[in-house]
């Protein structure tokens, strides 16, 4: 009993807090709505399963409304997994051909959970309904599904990383780091509740319960870490063009020109020349938002052209590729005795990083030194 006085204590904080969390997502302001509509929706849909912990107690004399809300964690990673679409690409909207994640939930309740509300009597609820055969197959296609959306998940993001690295250079890749923490958080809780579910067929009924109180509280300290980071980070997002081509897909395209090969090699030579040049006399890097695109308007070389010549024959991602013109300067400031009172703060924001940690880590990348010590030694 004392279990579940803390397991439906631990609950409804959970809920409460879950609830804030979502309400805190709909009505901030934000460039990028529709993310953190569907970021609320999965906390909604969470509240509505964690809800399952006390929710009992208020429908026993309801309880095909009970088996309903059970059916929402149906929902869950199907909105996460949209979140994350709505995060990674600026240019993500909605569609009618997104209502395909609902058939899951849909098929649950119009073919088999009809014949769990019939076939329940008014004496027994949770004993008969853990031994029908809906429920165990409800238990595997929410595992099958997890799965699904987990590794899709993990893909998008693959793909998200790459196309950042090949088009963008704001050292702050706070949405890749964030959604992939996100994703093995939820991987490694999932893996606790997938436990947990297996102990529950297993007759052990006090593990069971114990279970199910790690479980409120691994959900309860997932939450409470989402508000700290968006107190902390209120603006985390960044979008990027789900259209934009990697360079190994449009290589093959480039390939085809008929242009002979030493024709092709003196042009990529002196493109690269011209490049180096301008990177180093311009210094477009300086500003800390320079995209690809960008910088193939100012160097009158075509974005596509541009993209294969850097990520492909100089063998860098244009990210890499810019931010070693922006170390280069801060050595040579660190290096000029002139400028020893300026503070590696304002270092980092001459050279165009806005970033301390980001700074840092390009830094010692290159030097295999921290700024400080590079201008100690």
Not at 46 to 51: E, K, R, T, Y
Not at 330 to 350: G, R
């Amino acid at each position: 009993m004392d279990q579940l006085v803390l397991l439906e204590g631990i609950a409804r904080i959970s809920v409460f807090v879950s609830l804030l969390m979502a309400f805190f997502l709909l009505t901030v302001k934000t460039d990028n709505k529709l993310a953190n509509r569907l970021f609320a929706f999965f906390f909604i849909f969470s509240a509505i399963d964690l809800s399952g912990f006390f929710m009992y107690m208020y429908t026993e004399n309801h309880r095909n409304l009970e088996i309903f809300r059970s059916t929402f964690c149906l929902l869950g990673m199907p909105s996460f997994y949209l979140y994350v679409m709505a995060a990674c690409y600026s240019d993500f909207r909605l569609q009618w051909k997104h209502l395909v994640h609902l058939i899951p939930f849909i098929i649950i309740n119009l073919l088999f959970i009809p014949r769990i509300y019939i076939s329940i009597d008014e004496g027994s609820f949770i004993g008969p309904l853990n031994q029908m055969s809906e429920t165990y197959f409800i238990q595997i296609l929410i595992e099958f599904q997890y799965v699904f959306y987990i590794v899709s998940v993990f893909l998008i993001l693959k793909k998200y990383k790459e196309i950042y690295l090949e088009n963008y250079t704001n050292p702050g890749t706070s949405t890749y780091k964030w959604l992939f923490q996100m994703t093995c958080v939820f991987l490694a809780a999932h893996s606790v509740v997938a436990l947990k579910n297996i102990i529950r067929y297993s007759g052990f009924r006090e593990v069971f319960l114990w279970a199910n109180v790690l479980v409120g509280t691994i959900a309860l300290f997932i939450t409470c870490w989402f508000i700290m980071k968006a107190l902390k980070h209120p603006e985390l997002f960044r979008g990027v063009n789900s259209k934009l081509k990697l360079t190994k897909d449009i290589l093959p395209e480039v390939e085809e020109k008929p242009e002979s090969a030493n024709e092709q090699n003196d042009l990529i030579r002196r493109q690269i020349t011209e490049l180096k040049y301008y990177m180093t006399e311009k210094e477009p890097f300086l500003d800390p938002s320079l995209t690809i695109q960008e910088l193939s308007n100012q160097i009158n070389i075509p974005v596509r052209d541009l993209s294969i010549l850097i990520n492909h024959h100089i063998d860098q991602h244009f990210f890499d590729f810019v931010n070693e013109y922006r170390i280069q300067k801060a050595m040579n400031i660190l290096k000029d005795q002139s400028k020893s009172q300026l503070t590696v703060l304002e270092i980092l924001y001459e050279v165009g990083f806005n970033s301390k940690s980001s700074f840092n880590t390009s830094f010692k990348k290159y030097t295999n030194l921290t700024p400080t010590a590079y201008r100690n030694s």
